[in-house]
T-cell receptor, first 106, second 117 residues
Framework: AQRVTQPEKLLSVFKGAPVELKCNYS??????LFWYVQYSRQRLQLLLR??SRESIKGFTADLNKGETSFHLKKPFAQEEDSAMYYC????????FGQGTELSVKP | NAGVTQTPKFRILKIGQSMTLQCTQD?????MYWYRQDPGMGLKLIYY???????DKGEVPNGYNVSRSTTEDFPLRLELAAPSQTSVYFC????????????????FGPGTRLTVL
């Protein structure tokens, strides 16, 4: 069955600290991998997509096919990074993780 | 471009009432989707459409209906509202998607917060 797990519901870090949001998935075939972000009172929007290999707002995501993980990382968190983050493996079936709320404290 | 627009923003329904959530996109996307977002549960796909006249069920379709008469519009209908349908509803669109050879970035609307009492 297609499944995605974001093990942390809430992740709280201080400004300037490194941050890693975990995503593990189980998916038949080779899904395309996305991270979406939802800032307070805003709509969901694309943060990054694995196939484009871009770094957006300082975030990168490492795909580990052996572990089927797609963790999101940023070396120095900023207060404006506080948001809900959704990991989304997408292929024949579109699924979203449960979301991780990132809180960056000053 | 307005992108994906949804109306209304908020709505309170009584049990058994019906309503239609509107969704329009102006990006000429073939694919359109309806999701519901419940706290701690992520997004669940309700229905999707691969083009005008073609719709299909997602993961949680019970209690909902959709239609797609034009490329731009994809309304979601609740016939007999139940408290379990209290949720935030998001419409989204993309060039390609579920069931296609590749999946493209989805663009989301602002959401409709629905409460059923």
């Amino acid at each position: 069955a297609q499944r995605v797990t974001q093990p942390e519901k809430l992740l709280s870090v201080f400004k300037g600290a490194p941050v890693e949001l975990k995503c593990n998935y189980s998916y038949s075939g080779s899904p395309e991998l996305f991270w979406y972000v939802q800032y307070s009172r805003q709509r969901l929007q694309l943060l990054l997509r694995h196939i484009s290999r871009e770094s957006i707002k300082g975030f990168t995501a490492d795909l580990n096919k052996g572990e089927t993980s797609f963790h999101l990382k940023k070396p120095f968190a900023q207060e404006e990074d506080s948001a809900m983050y959704y990991c989304a493996p997408q292929g024949g079936k579109l699924i979203f993780g449960q979301g991780t709320e990132l809180s960056v404290k000053p | 471009n307005a992108g994906v627009t949804q109306t209304p923003k908020f709505r309170i329904l009584k049990i058994g009432q019906s309503m239609t959530l509107q969704c329009t996109q102006d990006m000429n996307h073939n694919y359109m989707y309806w999701y519901r977002q419940d706290p701690g549960m992520g997004l669940k796909l309700i229905y999707y459409s691969v083009g005008a006249g073609i719709t299909d069920k997602g993961e949680v379709p019970n209690g909902y209906n959709v239609s797609r008469s034009t490329t731009e519009d994809f309304p979601l209908r609740l016939e007999l509202a139940a408290p379990s349908q209290t949720s935030v509803y998001f419409c989204a669109s993309s060039y390609s998607g579920q069931g296609a050879g590749s999946t493209d970035t989805q663009y989301f609307g602002p959401g409709t917060r629905l409460t059923v009492l």
